[in-house]
C-alpha cells in the first residue's frame, strides 16, 4: 500500500531496491552453499580429508606421478608439467596430502655408500596366530632398527621381514639374540641378497591410467 504523501512511483522504485538486495543476499547463500558441498569433509577416525567422491582426477594422478619420481621438485615446476597454474597446483598438492594419498617426503639412500652392505629377507613363522599375538610381533619389529620392512603373509610364513646390517656377523647377532628368541616366534628362514635387479618404489601409474582407460 502507499502511505500518505508518498507517490506511487516512489513506492515501486524502493520495492525494486529491496528485491536486488535480497537477491543479492540469495545468490551469496547459493554460492557459500556451493562450497560447502564441495568442500572435503573431515574423516574424525582416519584424521583425514578424502577427495570428493574417493576418485582422483587425471590432473590429481599426474601431479601424484611425478612427485613420486621427483619428490623434490618446486610446485612451479610441477604445475608446468602437469599443464595446470602454480596456486591450483600447490592447493591440490595440500588436499592429496590431507587426503592421506601422498604420505610423506622422503630421500632414496644408497644402503651400499652408507655402509651396509648387509640385505636380508627373514621369513618367520609364530606358534600362535591369534591377533593379539601378531599385533605383538609387529609392535617388536617396529622397535627392532634393523628391521625396515614387516609384511604379513598368507599361507606357511607368518611375517617376511627386510633387513640391514653393516656386516654379517651383526646382522648375525640380531638373528640369534633377538629375533630367533623373541616371544611366539617358531622358526626363522633367511635368505641373503646377492644383488638388486629392481627397486622401483610407489605405484605404476601407466598401468593405473590404462586400466581406467578401459573402464571408462
Not at 525494486?16 to 540469495?26: A, D, G, M, P, Q
Not at 599375538?133 to 610364513?157: Q, T, Y
Request: aromatic share 6%; with cysteine.
Amino acid at each position: 500500500m502507499v502511505g500518505a504523501g508518498e507517490s506511487p512511483a516512489r513506492c515501486i522504485a524502493e520495492l525494486c531496491e529491496r528485491r536486488v538486495f535480497c537477491e543479492n543476499i540469495l545468490r551469496g547463500c547459493e554460492r557459500i552453499l556451493r562450497r560447502v558441498r564441495h568442500r572435503p569433509r573431515y574423516n574424525a577416525k582416519k584424521g583425514t580429508i578424502p577427495m570428493a567422491g574417493n576418485k582422483l582426477d587425471p590432473i590429481d594422478r599426474r601431479i601424484l606421478a611425478e612427485l613420486q619420481a621427483d619428490g623434490r621438485m618446486t610446485n612451479v615446476e610441477l604445475a608446468s608439467r602437469v599443464g595446470i597454474s602454480a596456486p591450483p597446483c600447490l592447493r591440490r598438492v595440500r588436499t592429496l596430502e590431507e587426503a592421506g594419498y601422498i604420505k610423506g617426503y622422503h630421500a632414496d639412500i644408497d644402503a651400499r655408500e652408507m655402509g651396509f652392505e648387509v640385505q636380508v629377507f627373514a621369513m618367520v613363522r609364530l606358534r600362535s596366530q591369534a591377533e593379539v599375538d601378531l599385533s605383538a610381533f609387529e609392535a617388536r619389529c617396529k622397535a627392532w632398527p634393523l628391521v625396515r620392512e614387516c609384511h604379513m603373509l598368507n599361507g606357511e610364513i607368518d611375517f617376511i621381514l627386510k633387513c640391514v646390517a653393516p656386516d654379517l656377523s651383526t646382522f648375525q647377532n640380531f638373528l640369534t639374540e633377538q629375533l630367533t628368541s623373541a616371544d611366539n616366534v617358531a622358526s626363522v628362514k633367511t635368505s641373503l641378497v646377492i644383488r638388486c635387479a629392481k627397486d622401483e618404489p610407489g605405484l605404476p601409474f601407466d598401468v593405473l591410467e590404462a586400466r581406467l582407460a578401459r573402464n571408462a
